[in-house]
């Protein structure tokens, strides 16, 4: 089948490359001229473990191919996936449609025959009926119907989620387009992936819901950490005696200085925009919002308190900057929060993560950034890990008290077990424990 996918970020690429994997003829359109000469000459713009090998693969192959020329991308192609940006919208924190309608103009114009045009993006409930007015508007001869497909892709392990996927959600109400969508996966049948066929508005709405409850299990185990650091309990046994329990489940139960990426701050707040336009309040997504933003700056405080509540000329080693392992993703990321906190009183900052650098230095001013990850350590009062990397996972905890001046470790993810640290000389302070 032949598929035009509209945006090479991070989901239309992944989405792309995963879909000409299938076997499909992919085209991806992207207006960045920047960004497809990259394509072109093999480099990839996010960083995502397998995605280098898997575009190259599919290059080769002759099912994967890149262009800025959406017309001659979506010429013969039987699905579009509309798969750009839909940031929060400065002033109100609704989502920006921009991009989506934009494109939806476009492909009305470009589109020949029988034709479904699908939002991968996140969008808002009801965008799908606005894309439909656009195209009819663009193109009242076209012959089209409009669908709505979610992603649920985890940065960090995006080709295995596309590929082994909890579920498929499609959304739509014209019997030949959801055939169409059946088509496309059913390469998924093998591995008996769940699709689930619904409302287009039901499943813009999954979207967001399904992100605002994973937002809520990450705050509801952070607050309880604060609870257990007053009353002697440790956060991770009270995770495990819960997430036990098949009705809650393991999963998102870690205990940190909260969440961050693209996706959770974002879609929580377009989700509290959209009740509030329907009158329909979101009370605990509106909590969940409000503790989030607060954890990450007492994250910060932590730190501060661990260093005896004075870090005025102290130099603070930060490990990990992007929020979350595995991706170069800092949007939100709880490392920016606590190293702003750090200089607005006073301390250093000198920081090291395998991937993110490039784009932490972009955020983050006056940061000593260093080019691995003893290096970071050297002369520094007191040593933060921020982000779960596998590489400061199994630290040479003599080395590292050698390098710092106070044998201090901040574990804001509770990755090392106390003992370990404390008998290796360490004043050791994690979250919730």
């Known amino acids: 089948m032949r598929i035009a996918v509209i945006g090479t970020g991070y989901v239309g690429l992944v989405s792309g490359a995963c879909f000409a994997d299938f076997g499909h003829d992919v085209v991806c359109v992207d207006k960045d001229a920047s960004k497809i000469d990259a394509l072109h000459a093999g480099r990839i713009p996010i960083f995502e473990p397998g995605l280098q090998a898997l575009v190259e693969t599919n290059v080769r192959g002759g099912r994967l191919a890149f262009t800025t020329d959406l017309s001659e991308g979506v010429k013969g192609a039987e699905a579009v996936f509309i798969a750009v940006g839909t940031p929060s919208r400065r002033g109100d924190g609704h989502a920006d449609l921009g991009y989506v309608f934009a494109a939806a103009a476009e492909v009305a114009k470009a589109v020949s025959g029988f034709t479904v045009v699908i939002t991968k993006s996140t969008v808002p409930v009801g965008t799908g009926d606005e894309v439909e007015r656009i195209l009819r508007e663009n193109n009242p001869d076209a012959e089209f119907a409009v669908v709505s497909n979610p992603e649920f892709l985890r ?29 496309i996966y059913r390469p998924l049948s ?6 689930i066929e619904m409302s287009r508005r039901g499943a813009e709405l999954t979207k967001y819901a399904g992100n605002a409850f994973l937002a809520t299990k990450i705050t509801f185990i952070n607050e309880i950490a604060d609870l257990c650091e007053k009353v002697g309990a440790d956060v991770q046994e009270v995770a495990r005696g819960i997430g036990l329990d098949n009705r809650i489940g393991a ?64 130099t603070v080693a930060v490990l990990g900057l992007t929020f979350k392992p595995n991706t ?14 750090l200089q607005d009183a006073g301390a250093r900052v000198q920081a090291y993560d395998p991937e993110g650098m490039e784009q932490a230095a ?20 007191a040593l933060v890990i921020v982000t779960e990397w596998d590489a400061f996972r199994a630290l040479d905890l003599k080395r590292v008290k050698s390098l710092l001046s106070e044998p201090i470790l901040i574990d804001l993810r509770n990755i090392y077990p106390r003992d370990i640290v404390e008998n290796a000389g360490f004043t050791y302070i994690a979250v919730g424990r």
């Open 155 to 183: 940065e960090g392990a995006a080709i295995d989620d596309f590929k082994r996927p909890d579920r498929v959600v499609i959304g739509g109400h014209d019997e030949r387009a959801m055939a169409v969508m059946r088509e």
């Open 190 to 195: 093998l591995n008996r992936s769940p699709v």
């Open 251 to 314: 999963k998102f139960l870690n205990a940190g200085p909260g969440y961050g990426g693209s996706c959770f701050p974002k879609d929580t707040l377009a989700l509290l925009k959209t009740s509030q336009d329907y009158e329909a309040p979101q009370r605990i997504v509106e909590a969940v919002v409000a503790v989030n933003e607060n954890r990450k700056r007492a994250m910060g405080r932590k730190v501060i308190a661990a260093m005896g509540d004075e870090v005025r000329g102290k």
């Open 328 to 341: 170069d993703d800092m949007r939100d990321s709880p490392a920016i929060a606590v190293i702003q906190l």
């Open 362 to 381: 972009k955020l983050l001013q006056n940061v000593d950034f260093k080019d691995d990850t003893y290096a970071t350590m050297e002369g520094a009062d």
